[in-house]
């Protein structure tokens, strides 16, 4: 906590506001924005990449979370504050920390995949901040952050080889999503089954189950997506840079619209339980990766010269 203290010494206004901006980089939304800008406009390797990494991560996240159930700085103390407008996000468990896990997978992954050493060095330094960033508004120790380095670390390079050869040995890309699907599976079951102690944080609970289905349905998808992409629909990635914003406008909203629409209708139908968000990332990740996709020809073509 000594350092926790010394960084709630050093708060301004100003960068109360700069940190907050920071630590989103580490979110879901933006990670989810950026894998599908990537896979949909720069590189399918790329963005297939960043999704394992983000979603391999969520996966022992959450389980570390519900095996360690270690609260949060301003819980073990109550006479440490946090940046208020922190608080909203920082739910549940505090070891490790989803953030900086979120950001191996929105920053990481390209750094490691990217040739551009300029690029590579500012995104490693944005892995640096917004770690930085969640001791700083106090949500988090350094152990929480340290973990979470190591782990996105070793993901990062542990996974990199598979999606660098994904075009000259594609089988080695099945196994792995197939792996991936029995580990997500076993991670449902750990939730479901496993006897928690009566003081568990209930919000930490039903986060981890509703992230245990997403994570297996989402796993289904990719596999689905791969399979079906390389052998069929083969989309292209390439188009001129307003083209490109097009479809990346419309595609993200009618993405987005999907997975709110969605979110009511299978709640009611699956009792609102958590295999609903499960069903429901897995028609989006249809959408995003196959249904979409196949007007990325047309895109392709706009601007070009007969």
């Known amino acids: 906590m000594e350092l926790l203290y010394a960084l709630e010494s050093i708060r301004t206004p100003f960068l109360d506001k700069l940190m907050a901006l920071v630590t989103n980089l580490g979110g879901e939304t933006v990670f989810i924005a950026a894998a599908i800008i990537v896979f949909w406009c720069i590189s399918k390797k790329c963005g297939y990449y960043m999704m ?3 979603f391999a991560g969520t996966i022992i996240n959450q389980f570390l979370k519900l095996w360690f159930r270690i609260p949060r700085p301003w819980v073990k103390d109550p006479n440490f504050s946090i940046v208020e407008s922190a608080r909203a996000e920082a739910t549940g468990y505090s070891f490790p920390s989803g953030h900086t896990q979120n950001a191996f997978a929105t920053l990481g992954a390209p750094a490691r995949y990217t040739k551009n050493t300029v690029l590579r ?47 000259d040995k594609p089988k080695r890309i099945y196994i792995l ?45 990719l596999l689905l997506v791969f399979h079906l992409d390389r052998k069929y629909i083969n989309f292209p990635t390439e ?3 307003w083209a ?42 249809l959408f995003a990766g196959l249904i979409w996709p196949l007007t990325f020809k047309f895109f392709a073509k706009l601007g070009k010269k007969d």
């Open 52 to 54: 394992t990494v983000g």
């Open 121 to 167: 060095i500012v995104l490693i330094l944005l892995i640096v901040l917004t770690a930085f960033s969640r001791m700083y508004v106090g949500v988090h120790t350094p152990l929480d952050v340290g973990v979470s380095l190591g782990i996105g670390l070793i993901l990062m390079f542990v996974l990199y080889p598979f999606f660098r050869d994904m075009d």
């Open 177 to 221: 999503f197939a792996v991936f699907i029995v580990l997500a599976g076993a991670f449902v079951a750990f939730v479901e089954l496993y006897s928690f102690p009566a003081d568990l944080d209930t919000g930490n609970y039903a986060s981890g189950l509703k992230n245990a289905y997403m994570i297996l349905f989402c796993a289904i998808g």
């Open 239 to 241: 188009a001129v840079w």
């Open 244 to 285: 490109q914003i097009i479809k990346v406008a419309v595609g993200l909203g009618v993405t987005v619209g999907i997975k709110a629409a969605l979110k009511a209708p299978l709640l009611a139908l699956f009792g609102r339980h958590s295999i609903s968000h499960g069903v429901r990332y897995f028609i989006v990740i």
